[in-house]
């Protein structure tokens, strides 16, 4: 079964601290992407990678970086977090074939900043 | 730009009853795919149906299906017999163009269905 795997379901941190969200993925998929949702804004993309070493920024990528060393991961970075990054991150992973480009998501992280 | 719109931000449906969520969409490419997403409280998002732009029959997953209609650019999802299990936020999304390997998937600000016994 395809399984995207997100290392914190809840995390609480200070203003101005890193915070590292990790996802790992087993279905040897090319595409990964960080999402955040929130309410009434719906999901909005970050980043998203297609190949390993390889990012590109999505819709608001300010204030977060990305790693992808390896296929199977993709970590999101907030170098110093502050409190409107208070927000639910979702990662998702896709094929990478020409399809249907169906998303498989994570279960989710939910920072909260104090 | 690409834009997808849902205007409903919450609903109620009585049990076994259909229910239609609205979902309309803005792009001026003629490739592009439509998406509808579960997510329950739990917090994953379920993938439920997708419509391609040149396909001509309406997207069918057992009880969802999703009305397409081109020429108003709207896709709404419709659910029948709904089960309470069905309460949960439902997003529509997008992806232009379609079918290739590198593309992104841009989703609406969800409708929130709460089903009631």
């Known amino acids: 079964d395809v399984k995207v795997t997100q290392s914190s379901r809840y995390l609480v941190k200070r203003t101005g601290e890193k915070v590292f969200l990790e996802c790992v993925q087993d279905m040897d998929h090319e595409n990964m992407f960080w999402y955040r949702q929130d309410p009434g804004l719906g999901l909005r993309l970050i980043y998203f990678?297609?190949?390993?070493?390889?990012?590109e920024k999505g819709d608001i990528p300010e204030g977060y970086s990305v790693s992808r060393e390896k296929k199977e991961r993709f970590s999101l970075i907030l170098e110093s977090a502050s409190t409107n990054q208070t927000s639910m991150y979702l990662c998702?992973?896709?094929?990478?074939?020409?399809?249907?480009?169906?998303?498989?998501f994570g279960a989710g992280s939910r920072l909260t900043v104090l | 730009a690409q834009k997808i719109t849902q205007t409903q931000p919450g609903m109620f449906v009585q049990e076994k009853e259909a229910v239609t969520l609205d979902c309309t969409y803005d792009t001026s490419d003629q490739s592009y795919g439509l998406f509808w997403y579960k997510q329950p409280s739990s917090g994953e998002m379920i993938f439920l149906i997708y419509?391609?732009?040149?396909?001509?029959q309406n997207a069918t997953e057992g009880r969802y299906s999703l009305n397409f209609q081109k020429a108003r650019k709207s896709a709404n999802l419709v659910i029948s017999a709904s089960q309470l299990g069905d309460s949960a936020m439902y997003f529509c999304a997008m992806i232009t163009p379609y079918g290739g390997a590198t593309n992104k998937l841009i989703f609406g600000t969800g409708t929130l269905l709460a089903v009631q016994p």
């Open positions: 419509q391609g732009s040149y396909d001509e």
């Open positions: 998702a992973t896709e094929a990478g074939e020409a399809g249907a480009n169906v998303l498989t």
């Open positions: 990678s297609y190949d390993v070493k390889m990012k």
